[in-house]
Every structure is written in structure tokens, then in C-alpha cells.
């Protein structure tokens, strides 16, 4: 309720308030966005002048605020912020005198205020540590500073910024970037006037230099500031920077004239084997790659000496890579002996000089036998086979998305007992068929009920893995219809015994797990009392917290199963009550396991006898890898 009427609130003033377009002049404008998210913002621009110039900002928010922080103006390329508290961490009240007198506002400090044509807007901006809040309705305020540009330099502005709502209308949300001249480029930055008639300052930045020291005497606007005097190249910032690059190592292997004499006689060979295996699980598949060696030995008598001579020649080239930077600078010299600096372009040079080392290794392969031995030859053969990791995982991810649930408004008063099936497509097929009971009863607006549901499962299609569960699940829920909304609130708690299955029979392993899954469970749902063209909106979100546990037998390389966690599944829909009895209803979800899904349940009653109902209900689902039909139809009898 209280949400209902801040919109109300902000529809009236948008329509109230004497609507103002953006001041003319600006160089960029943030319009609109979307709430609660804090973006970065980039304008670029190019000084005209050298001297005073200003930098602004103005705001307008209707229906809520804008949170500004972080200003930075940099020559294009540098990193150096050449606004004073950029961070807007200094501030606080500051006096400032006006033509009324003098006047207390909230400022940070060495900025500016402006009004758009000198109208004081409400929920005018206000400075806080570290931020600008303003809400400004139906016209625009914001805050400047001066500062010293260097004509054709480039610069880049960026700030961060966070609507607190979004407005009907582009025109209703929108921040405006500045720049320009001060009505002096030879005055001092501080003393800057913008050379503009879209804005009358409050006070300029050289009077909110005190802000938030409460002892400090009010500042004038400067009647007479420092003015320049010369401006002459500086001394030019120059950084150099040594890098390596990477190494490229070449070898070459040269051999000598090898000298062998060999007598030998040979005994029968025999053979002995032996193998490794290797598995890996990249969350879809678990593959094992078998790796068989073979060895074959044959007794030999046999008296020979080989020598062959090895010459290995290494080269290893390094990149040296040194990178100049090189920052022109201006100095502007004031009539109070005063000096600014001013950074320009910094331009960056590059220079590559590769440092080759060689080395030449030689060795000897000497071998000789003058007396029996063996000669063992081996040869390695790699076998690899791999099945699907995602059959017991895409179960239980099933079960956890579809918790069980009793729809009280598709649902009359009373006892009930339906079978009910559910096809589930992930990356198998999930058939799930069993049956689901309960009790409801209405008292006044409140609806109250009880149901549980057993339920058989079998998971297939997956390559050489199977899965089996038995499924127990209680649910309590409780509606509350009053007259601005309905609000559904249920518990629920369930139990999965999963038996599941991977087989590599080509390389005869195994792996039978028993895995236990416990589901403690909440869902809310928040309806529309009212229906906006026969759709009723609603929007809630359910909490699973799934414990899983699990015990094997068989190779420990083919265990797929899944670890504990909690899903929070958000959503959002309509309801559309076609009849008192027929209705349907659609869902759009956010799952941590199947992305975005889309729902759609269709539900029917229709008496059949006294006090006894035939129920039915359809729907299906669609999400990422996942495509699911659900169905039930049952008896309900009043009591």
C-alpha cells in the first residue's frame, strides 16, 4: 500500500509541477535509466579555451533521486582527476550571500550551485558524504566547478549515477553534462561564472571552500580575483618503463657418425601388460581414458659397444621493450604570484631490441653388453569411453524447481486425491507419475489447507547412465484475500531416494550410487486484488534448501553426485480466471539451473456430484535445456 501511494504521489507531481526542458547547451545527458542500477557514464569533449572553463552538472528526478558520485574530468589518456574533491567527500553546510541575504545549504566543498534560470525547484539537491542527492521536480538544479583547459585538448568526463525509480517519461529523469567558458577565462577557477543564461549560481566555488566548518565566516562571491598574468610550456613529464617480452627458445639436434659391432642371440620373448585409468567430469559428461602399456622382453646374449655423439644447439631470443611517455605541461601564472599546472596529451613512444644467447651442449649415447641381458621393447594404446554426468544432477535440479506446491485458487474447499504426471526434457527424459492428496477449508477471506504427494521417477536417455527415484513431499499453505491484496504463503518439506546408474561396459566399470535428497522449502506469492482486463498480476519467489547425501559402489571415477545448495527462484505473472472454475495462469522464473522459464498452467473444476468435484490441470515449461509437461486430474469432496 504504502508503494501504491508513492507512485500516486509521484504521478501527481509529475502532471503539477510546470514541466521544464533540459537547459540549452549541454555536451551529453543521462536519460531514464533503469532503477536501482548504478552505471558509469563517459562524455568526451574539447576545450575551446584556454583559462577558466566550468564543468556541470544539472538534475532532474520527479518521482524519486538521483545518486551522483565519483566526478572525474581527465585529459584524454591520463589518469590524473583535475577537478578539487572529486570524491565529494569534503562538504557540509556552507553560508553564502545572495541578494536575499545571507543563505545556509548543503554544498561540497570548492563546487558550485546553479539553478536553471534562477528557479528553486522541489527536492532540491543536497550534498551528503561522498554523493550529490538531488530530486529536483519539473525543473533543473546541479552543481559546477572551474577549471584550468589548455584550447584542443581532449577531455573525458565520467561519473557514476543511480535513479531511485524510473519516471513516466524520459523527460521527468535526466542528468545534463556541461562545459564551457566562465564569464572570465582570466580569473582565477575558483572565482567561475558560467558563460551561460541557462543557470543562475547560488554561489560559486570559491565560497563553498568552507564547507561544512561551521566556524567559518560567510564567504562573498570574489568581487576581485586573481587574474593571469602569463601562461608558458612547463616542464614536460617524462616516464620510461622496461619491459620483457616473451622468450622464444629454438633448439637443433645434430648427430655424429655412431660406431656399433653386435653379436647377439635371442631367446623366446615373452609379454607382460598393465594399465592406468584416467577419468575427467566437465559437468556434462564423465569420460575415462585407459591407458594400456605392453611390454615385450627377449633375452639376448650378445657383446656390442654403440657410441653416438649428440650435438644440441639452444638459442633464446628475449624481446627488451622500452615505453617512453612524455606529458607536455602548462604553467599559468596569476596576479597574487600564484601557479597552476596544467597537463596536456601525453604521447607515448615504443622501442624493440632483441638480446640473442646460443648455447651448443654435446653428449655421448654410449650402450654395450658383454654378457646376457634382456632387450624390453614397450608400446602404449590408449582406450577412452565416457557417459553422461547430468542424469542424477538434472533430477534432483528437477525436483528442486518443481517443489510441491497446492494452488488454493484453482482448488475447492474440501478433501482430494489426484494422479498426476509430469514429462521433463533436460539433457534426458524425467517421467515422473504418482499421486497427490489433501484437505483445504475456507474461513471468511482465508484459505487454509494440507497436501502430500508420492511420486515415482525415472530419468533415461542419457548416455550409459540411469536414474530412479522414490519421492515423498508435504506441503501447508495459507491464502489471505483482503482488499488490496492476496497473499499466499506456504511451507514444505521433501524426500528423494535416488538410485542411479554409470556404466562404462567397454571398459567393464561401474558405479551404483544411493543418494538421499532433502528438501526444506518456502513460497510466497503476492496476487492483485483487483484484475486489469481479466488478469489478475502476481509476483513471489520460492526458497529451496537442498541437502544431498550419498554413498557408492563400484570406481569412484564415475561418481556424478551433485553437492548441497540453495536455489532462490524469483518470478513474476498473470492470472487470467476465465470462469469461477476455469483458469489460467503464466510464469515467467529466474532458475540458477535452467535460466530463464517460462510457465503456463491451465486449471478446470466442474461438479459432478453433491459436494464432489472432478479436477483438472495441464501446463507446460520452458527454459534453458529444459522442457517440461505437467498433468492431474482428480476428486475433491466436501466434508
Same mark, same amino acid.
Given at each position: 500500500?504504502?508503494?501504491?501511494?508513492?507512485?500516486?504521489?509521484?504521478?501527481?507531481?509529475?502532471?503539477?509541477?510546470?514541466?521544464?526542458?533540459?537547459?540549452?547547451?549541454?555536451?551529453?545527458?543521462?536519460?531514464?535509466?533503469?532503477?536501482?542500477?548504478?552505471?558509469?557514464?563517459?562524455?568526451?569533449?574539447?576545450?575551446?579555451?584556454?583559462?577558466?572553463?566550468?564543468?556541470?552538472?544539472?538534475?532532474?528526478?520527479?518521482?524519486?533521486?538521483?545518486?551522483?558520485?565519483?566526478?572525474?574530468?581527465?585529459?584524454?589518456?591520463?589518469?590524473?582527476?583535475?577537478?578539487?574533491?572529486?570524491?565529494?567527500?569534503?562538504?557540509?553546510?556552507?553560508?553564502?550571500?545572495?541578494?536575499?541575504?545571507?543563505?545556509?545549504?548543503?554544498?561540497?566543498?570548492?563546487?558550485?550551485?546553479?539553478?536553471?534560470?534562477?528557479?528553486?525547484?522541489?527536492?532540491?539537491?543536497?550534498?551528503?558524504?561522498?554523493?550529490?542527492?538531488?530530486?529536483?521536480?519539473?525543473?533543473?538544479?546541479?552543481?559546477?566547478?572551474?577549471?584550468?583547459?589548455?584550447?584542443?585538448?581532449?577531455?573525458?568526463?565520467?561519473?557514476?549515477?543511480?535513479?531511485?525509480?524510473?519516471?513516466?517519461?524520459?523527460?521527468?529523469?535526466?542528468?545534463?553534462?556541461?562545459?564551457?567558458?566562465?564569464?572570465?577565462?582570466?580569473?582565477?577557477?575558483?572565482?567561475?561564472?558560467?558563460?551561460?543564461?541557462?543557470?543562475?549560481?547560488?554561489?560559486?566555488?570559491?565560497?563553498?571552500?568552507?564547507?561544512?566548518?561551521?566556524?567559518?565566516?560567510?564567504?562573498?562571491?570574489?568581487?576581485?580575483?586573481?587574474?593571469?598574468?602569463?601562461?608558458?610550456?612547463?616542464?614536460?613529464?617524462?616516464?620510461?618503463?622496461?619491459?620483457?617480452? =616473451?622468450? /622464444? @627458445?629454438?633448439?637443433?639436434?645434430?648427430?655424429? &657418425?655412431? +660406431?656399433?659391432?653386435? $653379436? #647377439? *642371440? !635371442? %631367446?623366446?620373448?615373452?609379454?607382460?601388460?598393465?594399465?592406468?585409468?584416467?577419468?575427467?567430469?566437465?559437468?556434462?559428461?564423465?569420460?575415462?581414458?585407459?591407458?594400456?602399456?605392453?611390454?615385450?622382453?627377449?633375452?639376448?646374449?650378445?657383446?656390442?659397444?654403440?657410441?653416438?655423439?649428440?650435438?644440441?644447439? =639452444?638459442? /633464446? @631470443?628475449?624481446?627488451?621493450?622500452?615505453?617512453? &611517455?612524455? +606529458?607536455?605541461?602548462? $604553467? #599559468? *601564472? !596569476? %596576479?597574487?604570484?600564484?601557479?597552476?599546472?596544467?597537463?596536456?596529451?601525453?604521447?607515448?613512444?615504443?622501442?624493440?631490441?632483441?638480446?640473442?644467447?646460443?648455447?651448443?651442449?654435446?653428449?655421448?649415447?654410449?650402450?654395450?653388453?658383454?654378457?646376457?641381458?634382456?632387450?624390453?621393447?614397450?608400446?602404449?594404446? =590408449?582406450?577412452?569411453?565416457?557417459?553422461?554426468?547430468?542424469?542424477?544432477?538434472?533430477?534432483?535440479?528437477?525436483? #528442486?524447481?518443481?517443489?510441491?506446491?497446492?494452488?488454493?485458487?484453482?482448488?475447492?474447499?474440501?478433501?482430494?486425491?489426484?494422479?498426476?504426471?509430469?514429462?521433463?526434457?533436460?539433457?534426458?527424459?524425467?517421467?515422473?507419475?504418482?499421486?497427490?492428496?489433501?484437505?483445504?477449508?475456507?474461513?471468511?477471506?482465508?484459505?487454509?489447507?494440507?497436501?502430500?504427494?508420492?511420486?515415482?521417477?525415472?530419468?533415461?536417455?542419457?548416455?550409459?547412465?540411469?536414474?530412479?527415484?522414490?519421492?515423498?513431499?508435504?506441503?501447508?499453505?495459507?491464502?489471505?484475500?483482503?482488499?488490496?491484496?492476496?497473499?499466499?504463503?506456504?511451507?514444505?518439506?521433501?524426500?528423494?531416494?535416488?538410485?542411479?546408474?554409470?556404466?562404462?561396459?567397454?571398459?567393464?566399470?561401474?558405479?551404483?550410487?544411493?543418494?538421499?535428497?532433502?528438501?526444506?522449502?518456502?513460497?510466497?506469492?503476492?496476487?492483485?486484488?483487483?484484475?486489469?482486463?481479466?488478469?489478475?498480476?502476481?509476483?513471489?519467489?520460492?526458497?529451496?534448501?537442498?541437502?544431498?547425501?550419498?554413498?557408492?559402489?563400484?570406481?569412484?571415477?564415475?561418481?556424478?553426485?551433485?553437492?548441497?545448495?540453495?536455489?532462490?527462484?524469483?518470478?513474476?505473472?498473470?492470472?487470467?480466471?476465465?470462469?469461477?472454475?476455469?483458469?489460467?495462469?503464466?510464469?515467467?522464473?529466474?532458475?540458477?539451473?535452467?535460466?530463464?522459464?517460462?510457465?503456463?498452467?491451465?486449471?478446470?473444476?466442474?461438479?459432478?456430484?453433491?459436494?464432489?468435484?472432478?479436477?483438472?490441470?495441464?501446463?507446460?515449461?520452458?527454459?534453458?535445456?529444459?522442457?517440461?509437461?505437467?498433468?492431474?486430474?482428480?476428486?475433491?469432496?466436501?466434508?
Amino acid at each position: 500500500m504504502k508503494k501504491i501511494l508513492a507512485v500516486l504521489a509521484g504521478l501527481f507531481i509529475s502532471t503539477s509541477v510546470c514541466a521544464q526542458n533540459l537547459p540549452a547547451g549541454s555536451i551529453g545527458s543521462v536519460t531514464n535509466p533503469a532503477t536501482g542500477v548504478n552505471a558509469l557514464y563517459t562524455f568526451n569533449f574539447t576545450a575551446t579555451t584556454t583559462g577558466s572553463d566550468y564543468i556541470g552538472f544539472a538534475f532532474r528526478q520527479d518521482p524519486a533521486f538521483w545518486s551522483f558520485t565519483n566526478p572525474v574530468l581527465e585529459v584524454t589518456g591520463t589518469t590524473t582527476n583535475l577537478l578539487t574533491n572529486g570524491n565529494l567527500s569534503a562538504g557540509g553546510p556552507v553560508q553564502v550571500s545572495t541578494n536575499s541575504g545571507t543563505q545556509t545549504i548543503q554544498a561540497p566543498a570548492n563546487w558550485g550551485v546553479w539553478y536553471q534560470n534562477g528557479t528553486y525547484p522541489a527536492a532540491a539537491g543536497s550534498w551528503s558524504s561522498g554523493q550529490w542527492y538531488d530530486g529536483a521536480v519539473g525543473s533543473y538544479d546541479g552543481i559546477y566547478q572551474g577549471v584550468s583547459l589548455i584550447a584542443g585538448d581532449h577531455y573525458t568526463i565520467t561519473f557514476d549515477a543511480v535513479s531511485t525509480s524510473q519516471a513516466a517519461s524520459a523527460a521527468q529523469a535526466m542528468i545534463g553534462v556541461y562545459a564551457g567558458t566562465c564569464q572570465s577565462v582570466s580569473l582565477a577557477a575558483s572565482a567561475c561564472t558560467p558563460n551561460t543564461t541557462s543557470f543562475t549560481p547560488l554561489a560559486v566555488p570559491a565560497q563553498t571552500v568552507n564547507a561544512g566548518n561551521a566556524s567559518a565566516p560567510p564567504v562573498a562571491n570574489p568581487a576581485s580575483a586573481p587574474t593571469v598574468v602569463s601562461t608558458a610550456p612547463g616542464t614536460p613529464i617524462v616516464t620510461t618503463a622496461s619491459s620483457l617480452g =616473451t622468450a /622464444v @627458445t629454438t633448439t637443433s639436434v645434430a648427430y655424429g &657418425t655412431s +660406431t656399433a659391432v653386435p $653379436v #647377439t *642371440t !635371442y %631367446s623366446p620373448t615373452t609379454y607382460a601388460s598393465s594399465y592406468v585409468d584416467a577419468g575427467r567430469n566437465n559437468g556434462q559428461s564423465v569420460s575415462v581414458t585407459r591407458t594400456t602399456t605392453v611390454v615385450a622382453t627377449t633375452p639376448f646374449s650378445t657383446v656390442t659397444t654403440v657410441t653416438v655423439p649428440v650435438y644440441t644447439t =639452444t638459442v /633464446v @631470443t628475449v624481446p627488451h621493450i622500452t615505453t617512453t &611517455t612524455t +606529458t607536455p605541461t602548462t $604553467v #599559468t *601564472t !596569476y %596576479s597574487d604570484n600564484t601557479t597552476t599546472t596544467a597537463n596536456g596529451t601525453p604521447v607515448v613512444t615504443s622501442s624493440t631490441t632483441n638480446v640473442a644467447t646460443s648455447s651448443v651442449a654435446t653428449t655421448y649415447n654410449v650402450s654395450s653388453t658383454t654378457q646376457t641381458g634382456n632387450v624390453s621393447q614397450s608400446a602404449v594404446g =590408449t582406450q577412452s569411453a565416457s557417459a553422461s554426468a547430468t542424469g542424477l544432477k538434472d533430477a534432483m535440479a528437477v525436483r #528442486t524447481f518443481n517443489a510441491f506446491l497446492v494452488d488454493p485458487l484453482a482448488t475447492k474447499d474440501g478433501s482430494w486425491i489426484t494422479p498426476s504426471y509430469q514429462y521433463a526434457k533436460t539433457n534426458g527424459i524425467d517421467r515422473t507419475g504418482g499421486w497427490d492428496m489433501g484437505y483445504q477449508t475456507t474461513v471468511e477471506n482465508n484459505t487454509a489447507g494440507f497436501g502430500a504427494r508420492y511420486s515415482r521417477t525415472n530419468a533415461d536417455g542419457y548416455t550409459n547412465s540411469t536414474t530412479q527415484a522414490d519421492n515423498y513431499a508435504v506441503n501447508a499453505y495459507l491464502l489471505n484475500k483482503s482488499e488490496d491484496f492476496w497473499v499466499k504463503g506456504s511451507v514444505g518439506y521433501a524426500k528423494s531416494n535416488y538410485t542411479a546408474s554409470v556404466s562404462l561396459p567397454t571398459l567393464a566399470l561401474y558405479n551404483n550410487t544411493s543418494a538421499h535428497q532433502n528438501n526444506i522449502y518456502a513460497d510466497a506469492t503476492l496476487y492483485s486484488a483487483a484484475t486489469y482486463y481479466g488478469f489478475r498480476p502476481l509476483i513471489g519467489i520460492t526458497v529451496n534448501k537442498s541437502d544431498v547425501s550419498s554413498s557408492y559402489n563400484g570406481s569412484s571415477l564415475l561418481n556424478t553426485t551433485p553437492n548441497s545448495n540453495t536455489r532462490t527462484t524469483p518470478y513474476i505473472g498473470a492470472r487470467y480466471e476465465i470462469t469461477d472454475d476455469i483458469a489460467l495462469e503464466g510464469r515467467v522464473s529466474q532458475t540458477q539451473d535452467f535460466k530463464t522459464v517460462g510457465s503456463l498452467r491451465a486449471t478446470a473444476k466442474t461438479q459432478v456430484l453433491d459436494n464432489t468435484y472432478l479436477e483438472l490441470s495441464a501446463g507446460v515449461d520452458k527454459g534453458s535445456g529444459y522442457t517440461a509437461a505437467v498433468g492431474m486430474v482428480g476428486l475433491r469432496v466436501n466434508f
